[in-house]
């Protein structure tokens, strides 16, 4: 398989190149040429298997000849091997129709785990058979922070350096980020919310010279294989309530987009899927983009679902060009009006077909407090706020029929254990596995938001490769 950028000026790459670079060298993100069909009874056939097979088959399409059955295989179990619930992603029905996918049973209490762990044995793999180093920098609003140092601490040939926003991610969410000790993990608290983390994080792959010299590579979801790896689990869940005899929806609560965008790889692909609904919080450049055709960044205005906290969403970039019939240099007008006046409005003929594919809802504070105290009040179950999201958009939004409506259920709510006690009045507890988080030293560095002085810093602290 080989893969394009959506700005259309970036060499094409194959499947190992591909998950190496992250960022295309043009700035654009790198997409699969074409979509790999799976058949209606390739999908029947996933009905019980367990998860890391489904992985396995729905992920080999896209790897091409780029590792063997054998390895791919060995991949996908070791990755899921360390979840705490054997289904890995169960499925839980709140109400007639409704069900919530419990995406949080990995180590680090987000869905962030399901394609970080694969990317860790990947990412393991391939550098071991080229003899590489690679420096990992990512920007995190919270979970792919922990998510990445948990897949990658301590692994040879990698380090990792990640920015977060200071004070604005959860305790939980920072100590499981910080309290990693290893001398290949690095932790930059930068003084600016996660758009900053994420403009240095661009900035930084558009330096060619930086770029070549630390063999830098991101595990953000504009590194193909997350989206890819993602993609699993709508699979695992539609087959189980009936796919593809019978069609099913998917609410997702977005920040980035590279969570819903694998619901659009799975429905590419060939699974069945209505309704895609985007949930935002009231961070809702999305929702606003949908409503009106334009899409322009407002200031970001802390919220109870911090991940979701974002008003430059990178992975809207690849269904622009998908909407726009792969028109790489229509997404490069886009995103130069987006960097020179923070807008641009959307063509009529592609503002068609994302309304066709997908629906966007926003959700506001009082109605993500509402959704939590209810939904415990009446079905003893306890979301998290993100999960809330999701959950009250899909109320919100008018059902297709029979059509079953799956919410994902991005993190576990001791992740955010503050927000939800204050809604709920239930305090969630930590599964047993991260009972001394609290009792754990803490390691990071406060850095300017400033590009010049995070590059210097990763400079430094590089091992010569
Ligand atoms: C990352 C994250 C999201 C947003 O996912 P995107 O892929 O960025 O849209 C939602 N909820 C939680 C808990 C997250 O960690």
């Known amino acids: 398989m080989q893969y394009v950028s959506t700005r259309g000026e970036a060499p094409v790459l194959g499947f190992e190149d591909v998950i190496l670079s992250g960022l295309a060298r ?14 209606p009874e390739t999908i029947a056939g996933f009905a019980g298997q367990p998860y890391a097979e489904v992985a396995t088959q729905v992920i080999k399409p896209f790897v091409g000849d780029a590792l063997s059955d054998e390895v791919l295989g060995q991949l ?74 948990e ?68 595990v953000n979801s504009i590194n193909w294989a997350r989206v890819m790896a993602q993609a699993v689990y709508y699979f695992v869940a539609g087959v189980a309530l009936g796919a593809p005899y019978r069609p099913v929806s998917f609410s997702v609560p977005t920040g980035n987009f590279g969570d819903i965008f694998a619901g659009y790889v799975a429905r590419k692909m060939g699974l069945p899927i209505n309704q895609l609904i985007i949930a935002t919080n009231v961070n809702d450049i999305l929702a606003r983009t949908f409503a009106t055709g334009v899409y322009e960044t407002g200031m970001v205005i802390p919220t109870s679902s911090p991940s979701m906290d974002i008003q430059v969403s990178s992975n809207f970039e690849r269904l622009l060009f998908e909407a726009s019939g792969r028109d790489a240099p229509r997404v490069r007008a886009y995103m130069a009006g987006l960097s020179q006046s923070g807008r641009f409005e959307i063509e009529q003929s592609a503002q068609k077909k994302l309304h066709q594919g997908f629906a966007a809802e926003r959700v506001g504070e009082d109605e993500i407090s509402q959704t939590i105290k209810l ?30 409506m799956i919410c994902l259920s991005t993190a576990h709510p001791a992740k955010f254990p503050d927000a939800v006690e204050r809604m709920s009045g239930v305090k969630p507890s930590l599964p047993p596995h991260l009972s001394g988080l609290f009792d754990r030293e803490e390691k990071m560095t406060t850095l300017p938001n400033d590009v010049s002085r995070v590059r210097d810093f990763i400079d430094k602290k590089v091992l010569p490769a």
Request: neutral net charge; hydrophobic residues 40%.
């Open 151 to 218: 897949a990658m601490r301590g692994r040879k040939g990698i380090d990792v350096f990640m920015l977060h926003p200071k004070g604005r991610v959860s305790d939980v969410q920072r100590r499981m980020m910080t309290t990693a000790t290893d001398a290949n993990v690095f932790n930059i608290a930068l003084e600016g919310n996660f758009d900053d983390c994420q403009a240095i994080l661009k900035a930084l792959f558009n330096d060619h010279a930086f770029r070549d010299r630390t063999n830098m590579g991101g």
């Open 76 to 149: 996908t179990r070791d990755a899921y091997a360390g979840f705490n619930h054997p289904a890995i992603t169960p499925l839980v029905q709140t109400a007639p129709g409704e069900f919530i996918l419990e995406l949080f049973h990995g180590p680090t209490l987000a869905f962030k785990d399901l394609a970080m762990q694969f990317l860790g044995h990947l990412f393991a793999h391939v550098l071991e058979k080229r003899g590489q180093r690679m420096t990992i920098v990512g920007a995190t609003s919270g979970d792919t922070g922990g998510a990445a140092i």
């Open 26 to 39: 043009d700035g654009g993100l790198y997409l699969p040429e074409t979509w790999p069909q799976l058949s």
């Open 375 to 404: 939904e415990h009040q009446q079905a003893g179950y306890l979301l998290d706020p993100h999960t809330a999201v999701g959950l009250a958009a899909s109320r919100k939004t008018s059902r297709a029929g029979q059509t079953p």
